[in-house]
């Protein structure tokens, strides 16, 4: 049973990546599904989630508008895509699964419980 991310690296400020996460072992299916991240000296910041029935979705008011999260089912992954990248979104980033409802904001430590290993996210000139 895993989550593995990938697709993080370098690009340039401005520039887009789009992460995936690979579910392993069991379905993402009824499952929220989460982006966590956390930069170098600083706390965990909740990014964006999707609710188990796919209807509701959150997004850090850092990332509104420019990141999106979605699934595909049928490869059992999840997306972040992240668009208009800035040197403030250099962090690991993890995928995480659990049982957000979809109403107000997430309690990230609560409500997803399984998480990735991480994949590193570093914009810079």
């Known amino acids: 049973v895993e989550l593995a991310e990938s697709g993080g690296g370098l690009v340039q400020p401005g520039g887009s990546l789009r992460l995936s996460c690979a579910a392993s072992?069991?379905?993402?299916?009824?499952?929220?599904i989460g982006w966590i991240r956390q930069a170098p000296g600083k706390e965990r910041e909740g990014v964006s989630c999707m609710s188990h029935s796919d209807s509701s979705t959150y997004y850090g008011d850092s990332v509104k508008g420019r990141f999106t999260i979605s699934r595909d089912k049928a490869k059992n992954t999840v997306y972040l895509q992240m668009n208009s990248l800035k040197p403030e979104d250099t962090a690991v980033y993890y995928c995480a699964t659990g049982l957000w409802e979809g109403w107000g904001t997430p309690d990230w430590a609560s409500d997803f419980a399984f998480w990735g290993q991480g994949t590193q996210v570093t914009v810079s000139s």
């Open positions: 072992g069991f379905s993402l299916d009824g499952y929220a």
